[in-house]
């Protein structure tokens, strides 16, 4: 389970969020949307614990895997490398098997791969300990449509396991399939939805996509 009581964060004099309230069970998967600058990355920074919030808190119940939006990985290092790295700082070890089949090209520095590669990595790390709450940054950024079926897949996988997810990303195709709740930052108050609300029946995917983009209007 993951909460934030009205966390508030400013870079300089510009407001990013303004007393955000969230909160996420077991087994759930919350969206968070809204147009570029809305706070969403910096959201997921503030419960990952990367940055601290000008006011408010964050409860976490679990250990928490973070994907960044970015690269966090040692280009210069090997693949293997990294996953021991990463393995140590959580106090776990590197499994045979990995998301991905990430395994299949651990002795390759990681400077040498793709953008979709590097993904796959930086998830595969994210997920070494088993964390209980998993922030995800547009994880399919870079990613390959037949991967990102894969991801939905893992990502279900881990809702069934009763892991907490919290996730970023523009294009609803992505996470139509997995999510419970969205939270749309780009209004004052921030709205909360409901699957039921702007999904209906899972069938009806163009539905959901329409409605999805009528929030932006």
Partial sequence: MAEVRNICFSYGKKHVLQNLNLSVQNGECLVLAGPNGSGKSTALSIIAGAVKPSSGEVIADGRIGYVPQGN???????????????????????????????????????????????????????????????????????????????????????????????????????????????LFLGSDPPRLFSRAELSGSSEHLEDFCINYKNLFK
């Fill in 72 to 182: 966090a990985l040692f280009e210069d290092a090997s693949v293997k490398d990294n996953l021991k790295f990463f393995a140590g700082l959580a106090g776990c070890t590197v499994p045979q098997k990995l998301c991905f089949g990430v395994e299949r090209y651990a002795a390759q520095k990681v400077s040498a791969l793709s953008g979709g590669m590097k993904k796959q990595v930086s998830i595969a790390c994210a997920l070494l300990a088993e964390p209980d709450i998993i922030l995800f940054d547009e994880p399919c950024d870079s990613l390959d449509i037949g991967y990102r079926d894969e991801f939905i897949e893992l990502v279900q996988g881990l809702k069934s396991r009763g892991k907490t997810i919290i996730y970023v990303g523009h294009d609803p195709l992505e996470f139509a399939a997995f999510y419970d709740k969205l």
